[in-house]
């Protein structure tokens, strides 16, 4: 557009110039070997005009012939580049979408149109087809040349770190991420995984000082940051807290600072302080973290910070918590441990019930067991409960990748990962419930009670049943009593005789036995 109007500009000015002579007229008179010629200045003008427009095209014809091997060899060349990246952008779509065939084929078309020295994406679709094809070794060997090259070694390290975390050699996919993060800091993957190993080997600067990068650069949101910077500082003083309680001490307050909700943060940083005899603040930062979210290790810290108190100065730390946080399940339980400690079995007792009211969990229901064995211990009860506590929710604990612990760690011990514990409840598996054909009574006669199991109660179809001594048995138990193997004696039923059912109505039932 912009030479358009060039263009257009140039032959308004010539025909401005044009107009100009003509409104002027002269006449230019040239002596030449002893000749006079007299023209008009108009007709000079155009002759100069066309002299030199007849030059330039001259020269542009004869340049263009000069140069028309050239053009030709470079139209070919440009043509056979075109079809080379787009076999190029093809193969990295199929390499995309899956499809290891077409991959392939295009890998191979685009290496005959280009040379993968000047385009090192081919080397990356080649490498990415094999992975497709599932010849990893060779995968590997392509990642590996891409090593040698400045421009692709990033690359290669990416895919030799996928390569080996595949494979499940941690350390080998650490040692090709530390190095990608040595060259490139500003890589996520890398930094992740780097600072993953230095956590693991318990060097907590080493990975405070990679997080610091990360968070100066901008790689990860401020609340990111400061989340990873606070799980680390919390890991420091944890290790430190025997050994250097003043460096100790320093992490725990910044972790607190940064993650005031954080109950690790928070119990670290009291126990510290506690140590040096600050049982005021470390207090504050109990309230503080209980107050956001009431935690047992919390109100256990809380409750027992001085060792020397009596049973009721406890008991009344414990109030001041349920203060807090009022109708909280957690709340109500450190009350009820605490009473059970001081005897006060009725208020033991109430808080107890108040929790499993608000949120039954296995630990509320064995907790009241406790008080009431304590208080009288009435085993029918007691057993009851017992019960009860099995069939309940299990009780919130640390949970990482599938792995239940009791404490708090920085990393998880199956992936290594860096922050993977949360507080929730542990996945269990249910079981399958197969209904019986009849309802079965809640109380069984000790009798004929066998022993307690926690299998899936299980109904079978079944003509016969293997007996324990390899005879063969009849599973009837619609029938009537079956006669005990010991003594013959038929055992007493506990179930009205129907009049109305004959011998061979009961035997087009369908047989069905429960096993315990």
Known sequence: MIRILFYLAIIFALGLGFAWLADRPGEMVVTFSGYQYQVSLMVAAVAVVAVIAAVMIIWWLLKSI??????????FRVRRRDRGYQALSTGMIAAGAGDGALAR??????????????????????????????????????????????????????????????????????????????VAPQLAWAAEATMEELAARGDWDGALRLADAQKSGRQIERDAANRRRGVLLTAKAEALMDNDQAAAKAAALEANKLLPEFTPAAIVAAKVLFKQNDLRKGSKILEAAWRAEPHPDLADLYIHARPADAVLDRLGRARKLQEMKK????????????????????????????????????????????????????????????????????????????????????????????????????????????????????????????????????????????????????ATPNRGPVPDAATGEEPVSHQPDDPGVTPEDEAEKPRRFRLF
Do not use: C
């Not at 399958?432 to 009798?447: C, F, G």
């Open 327 to 474: 109708n909280h399940a957690e709340s109500s339980l450190a009350v009820a441990r605490t009473a059970l400690d001081a005897q006060d079995f009725a208020l033991a007792r109430q808080e107890a019930e108040a929790a499993i009211r608000m949120q039954p969990s296995e630990g509320a229901y064995l907790l009241l067991a406790d008080i009431e064995e304590a208080d009288g211990g009435n085993q029918g009860k007691v057993r009851q409960l017992l019960s009860q506590a099995v069939r309940a929710p299990h009780d919130a604990a640390w949970v990482a990748d599938g792995v239940t612990a009791e404490r708090w760690a920085p990393i998880s011990p199956v992936s290594g990962r860096l922050d993977a514990f949360e507080w929730r409840e542990p996945v269990e598996r249910t079981g399958r419930l197969i209904e019986a054909s009849r309802p079965v009574p809640d109380v069984v006669p000790p009798s004929l009670a066998g022993p307690e199991r926690d299998d899936d109660v299980v109904v079978v179809d079944a003509e016969t049943v293997p007996a324990p001594n390899g005879a063969t048995t009849t």
């Open 105 to 182: 084929r295009k890998t191979k078309e685009a290496v005959k149109l280009i040379r993968s020295d000047q385009e090192p994406l081919i080397n990356l679709l080649d490498a990415q087809a094999s992975l497709l094809e599932g010849d990893h070794d060779s995968a590997r060997q392509k990642f590996e040349a891409m090593l040698d090259d400045p421009e692709m070694r990033l690359l290669g390290l990416r895919g030799l770190y996928l390569e080996a975390e595949r494979l499940g050699d941690r350390n080998a996919a650490r040692h090709y991420a530390g190095r990608a993060a040595s």
């Open 66 to 75: 000069w140069n028309s091997p050239y053009a030709i060899a470079r139209h």
